[in-house]
C-alpha cells in the first residue's frame, strides 16, 4: 500500500505533519528520504511543533540525534553523514524508549530499521511543489494513514 500526495506549497507539506502528529503513539518511527532540500526537516519541525515542542529543532546533521521534550520525547536523526558508523551510536535503542523517532535520509541505515514504520519519500517537482510517497508497514501505520491520509 502506497499513497501519492502532490504538495502544492510549504504550508501543505506542514499540514501533512501536523496531521500525522495527531496520530502519534510511543515508539512510532518516521523514516523521511529524498534529495537535500526536498522538505525532510521542514516536515520534522511542524512534526515537533505539533507535539508542543518550544524549543527549535534544527537539522542534526553534525549531531546526528537530537532530543527534544514534547508530549512524548522526539528523538530527530539525521544519518546523511554517518557513512557505516551507525554501530557506534546505537540507533536500534532509540526504537524502543517510548518516544517518537524521526530520521532522515533512513535509506541510509536500511538495515537497522525496524519492521514496522512509516516511509515518506520528498521527490521535488517544482520550486514549491513536492510529490510524497507514503508507505506504512505494519497495522498500526496502516490505520495512521487510513485516519489522516
Ligand atoms: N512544498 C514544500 N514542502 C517542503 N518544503 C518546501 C516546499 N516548498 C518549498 N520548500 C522549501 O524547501 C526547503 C526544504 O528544506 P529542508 O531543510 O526541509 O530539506 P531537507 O530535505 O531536510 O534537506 P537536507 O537533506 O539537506 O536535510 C525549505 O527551504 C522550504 O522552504
Ligand atoms: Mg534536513
Not at 54 to 60: A, D, H, L, M, R
Not at 114 to 134: A, H, Q, S, Y
Amino acid at each position: 500500500m502506497e499513497y501519492k500526495l502532490a504538495m502544492k506549497n510549504e504550508l501543505d507539506t506542514i499540514e501533512l505533519a501536523q496531521n500525522i502528529e495527531s496520530e502519534k503513539f510511543p515508539n512510532m518511527v518516521i523514516c523521511l528520504n529524498g534529495e537535500l532540500g526536498s522538505g525532510k526537516t521542514v516536515f520534522t519541525k511542524a512534526f515537533a511543533s505539533a507535539m508542543e515542542i518550544k524549543e527549535i529543532v534544527t537539522s542534526p546533521t553534525f549531531s546526528i540525534i537530537k532530543e527534544y521534550m514534547g508530549e512524548l520525547p522526539l528523538y530527530h536523526m539525521d544519518v546523511y553523514r554517518l557513512d557505516g558508523r551507525v554501530d557506534d551510536i546505537g540507533i536500534e535503542e532509540y526504537f524502543e524508549k517510548g518516544g517518537i523517532v524521526v530520521i532522515e535520509w533512513a535509506d541510509m541505515i536500511k538495515d537497522l530499521l525496524p519492521k514496522e514504520r512509516l516511509e515518506i519519500k520528498f521527490i521535488v517537482t517544482g520550486e514549491n511543489k513536492r510529490n510524497l510517497i507514503i508507505a506504512p508497514y505494519g497495522t498500526k501505520y496502516e490505520e495512521l494513514c487510513e485516519a489522516v491520509l
